[in-house]
């Protein structure tokens, strides 16, 4: 049953990649088919096929031979193991629907933020409503409005006025605490900028200047909901 859960996984991440890089382009998600954005050729099934194909091209396009963005294969092997996360630590079937939507929002502005430093916000806020729906009616928590107004306030002043945080960062932040809380928030806070510490070194060694949030903050979003 596990390997069918990292499967439904893969198929997951493979459609939310597609998500992250068309959406912020405004390019539809249904139409053209898939297909290579450098030698624009139509992408066969074969091509489609997560991780495999990715592999079995040794990370090129099999027409144009252009090398291809390694996020692809991270994002479907992320999905693909968080997936089986969901499935095996739910208890209820409320938890899991909440769990894998909560795995869908991280991973797909996860993907916008190291495509593009930058997320599509109308798409935030549909899956921040969906996500808001959820954990009220199925799970039945309180969102918490008060700390939710209290980290938009504090932390998008605190973005204006040192722009060390960007938009989306706080608008995740913002997420959290309406849907956790401030206890939360804190502990995610925290343990994102202590990964985000032990992969700064490899950061700086391949020079890159502009680092992506999200994920961190994602990733320690995701420890911390399995943990408690």
């Not at 903050?217 to 408690?228: C, D, K």
């Amino acid at each position: 049953m596990l390997t069918l859960y990292f499967l439904i996984g893969t198929i997951i991440g493979s459609f939310l990649t597609l998500v992250a890089w068309r959406v912020p382009r405004g390019e539809s998600i249904i139409a053209p088919r898939s297909h290579c954005d450098n030698c624009q050729h139509r992408l066969g099934t074969n091509d489609l096929i997560p991780i495999l194909s990715f592999s079995l091209n040794k990370g090129r396009c099999r027409y144009c031979k252009k090398r291809l963005s390694p996020v692809l294969l991270l994002g479907e092997i992320t999905a693909g193991l968080l997936s089986v996360s969901c499935f095996y630590f739910s208890g209820t079937r409320s938890q899991l629907i909440f769990s894998l939507s909560l795995l869908a929002f991280c991973l797909c502005f996860s993907l916008m933020d190291l495509f593009y430093h930058a997320i599509h916000f109308p798409t935030f806020i549909i899956f921040a409503i969906y996500l808001s729906g959820i954990s009220f009616f199925y799970s039945h928590s309180i969102l918490d409005w008060k700390s939710a107004l209290f980290t938009a306030s504090i932390f998008y002043l605190f973005s204006s006025l040192t722009h060390s945080f960007g938009c989306g960062d706080v608008d995740l932040l913002v997420l959290c605490a309406l849907l956790f809380g401030s206890w939360r928030l804190g502990q995610v806070i925290m343990l994102a900028c202590g990964l985000c510490l032990l992969t700064y070194p490899i950061l700086y060694h391949h020079k890159v200047h502009q680092i992506a949030f999200i994920p961190y903050l994602s990733v320690a979003l995701f420890i911390l909901y399995f943990w408690h």
